[in-house]
């Protein structure tokens, strides 16, 4: 097996990443990047764009990268969002993401780089149109924010490579409720959330009164709704009361291969999530560092020893 350079989240953050590669032994050559050993590979989890000041050079080390067969991508929430915000419905001519205020904003620091309509913008969507929405190898599994197996055996029986056809992507805009393509990517790119019991309730950090909590899927040592919630305040707040087991069987088995995910904006030193579970996604779109996982050897349990911090630069 190859080694692998895993790499998350970047957001336009165009320098962060080029102090990353030159730590872990890339080099600038001609136009892209090599390094010494000639089978080392790299694996980016998505989340090239937003945030950030630069994601026109973001995106061009990714895709020289690539094509240069030195390293996979696959597509995080912001790739997604962003085909969806410069696309319209066929049948209605509308956005399938609207250009609120919100949304805008979020994006802004790519619609600097690429204006709507503008002839290089599409070119860069059509690349991120290509991207899968999860990767497998014999050693490890990479998605942007959540993996399920029975999430990803049904998008391969409906997409055969990860790849999202036209269709499909029109249908994980959300536009008709219900929709089993839209319901299986929003848990891949942007993770599973579930129903809290009736009754029971949380205030978020903006103060919006929340029923369903984002889970912790990789916990599967948790019973209860305090132990497997993440993004609540106060945790004290969620009923200290066993699981549903539907919720359970949310979660990752211990015995499976390595996962490693992005999407969670971590802060503080990292750790991992479980013994065969790993987020790399510590805020470099802001003001963290970029972090990566080095992985040679499959049958090797995951360890801190293969985590590597890059320095924070701006």
């Not at 205020?101 to 204006?115: A, G, M, S, V, Y």
């Not at 709507?116 to 050693?139: A, K, N, Q, S």
């Not at 802060?267 to 991992?272: F, Q, W």
């Amino acid at each position: 097996m190859s080694t692998f350079d895993i790499i998350p989240d970047i957001h336009g953050q165009s320098a962060k990443l080029d102090a990353a590669l030159a730590g872990l032994g890339w080099r600038p050559k001609g136009h892209g990047w090599t390094h010494p050993d000639p089978d080392r590979q790299i694996v980016f989890l998505g989340d090239f764009i937003d945030r950030g000041p630069d994601n026109r050079a973001v995106v061009r080390t990714v895709r020289r990268l690539i094509d240069s067969g030195r390293a996979q991508a696959i597509m995080g929430n912001h790739e997604l969002n962003a085909l969806h915000f410069h696309a319209r419905h066929p049948d209605d001519g509308r956005p399938l993401r609207w250009h609120s205020e919100k949304n805008i904003r979020q994006h802004r620091t790519f619609l600097d780089q690429f204006p709507l309509g503008d002839p290089e913008t599409h070119e860069v969507l059509d690349w991120m149109r290509g991207l899968p929405l999860f990767l497998e190898t014999d050693g490890f599994r990479a998605v942007h924010a959540s993996w399920s197996d029975d999430a990803i055996a049904r998008l391969k029986d409906l997409t055969g490579d990860g790849v999202l056809s036209e269709d499909q992507l029109i249908r994980a805009a959300g536009r008709v409720t219900s929709d089993e393509i839209f319901e299986l990517v929003e848990q891949i790119t942007k993770g599973p959330e579930s129903r809290l019991p009736e009754g029971v309730f949380f205030t978020d950090k903006d103060g919006t009164e929340r029923h369903s909590v984002r889970l912790q899927w990789w916990n599967g040592s948790a019973r209860t709704w305090r132990e497997i919630a993440i993004s609540v305040p106060h945790p004290q707040d969620l009923p200290d009361q066993p699981l549903p087991r539907a919720v359970v069987a949310q979660t990752y088995p211990a015995d499976a291969r390595p996962v490693f995910f992005g999407h969670y904006w971590l802060s503080g030193a990292p750790v991992l999530q479980a013994a065969n579970a790993l987020c790399l996604d510590y805020s470099a779109g802001r003001d963290g560092p970029l972090v990566s996982y080095q992985i040679s050897d499959p049958a090797t349990p995951l360890s801190m020893d293969n985590i590597r911090v890059h320095p924070a630069v701006g």
